[in-house]
């Protein structure tokens, strides 16, 4: 495996593990919000509009969750665009130094 293969290969290890992270941690960040709902609805004062403030947090937590995981995958395409440039510099390089040796023949 070439060394950009492999940063590729890194790179995209540790996008999956930021991704997988933000999900977990968005379930348990849903689970503990939810929570306060829970108890004032079995307290009985929380009884007008509560559907309406749940989904509005949960939409809210949503959010943020998925412009972090949004964010990542942007981070990772622009590294692999980079990649890619390099790869493709060392290849033009490669060409060139051929080129000038087939002249000075």
Do not use: C
């Not at 999900?23 to 509009?49: N, R, W």
């Not at 949960?58 to 942007?74: L, S």
Request: aromatic share 6%; no cysteine.
């Amino acid at each position: 495996m070439k060394r950009l293969e492999r940063l590729e290969w890194l790179k995209d290890t540790i996008q999956d593990a930021i991704d997988r992270g933000a999900t977990s941690v968005e379930q348990v960040h849903q689970y503990i919000a939810e929570l306060p709902f829970e108890a004032l609805e079995k307290s009985g004062l929380m009884e007008h509009d509560r559907f309406a403030l749940r989904d509005r947090q949960r939409r809210t937590i949503g959010m943020v969750y998925n412009a972090i995981r949004t964010i990542n995958a942007q981070v990772g395409a622009l590294i692999s665009d980079q990649f890619e440039n390099l790869d493709e510099a060392k290849t033009a390089a490669q060409r060139m130094s051929r080129d000038r040796s087939d002249t000075a023949e």
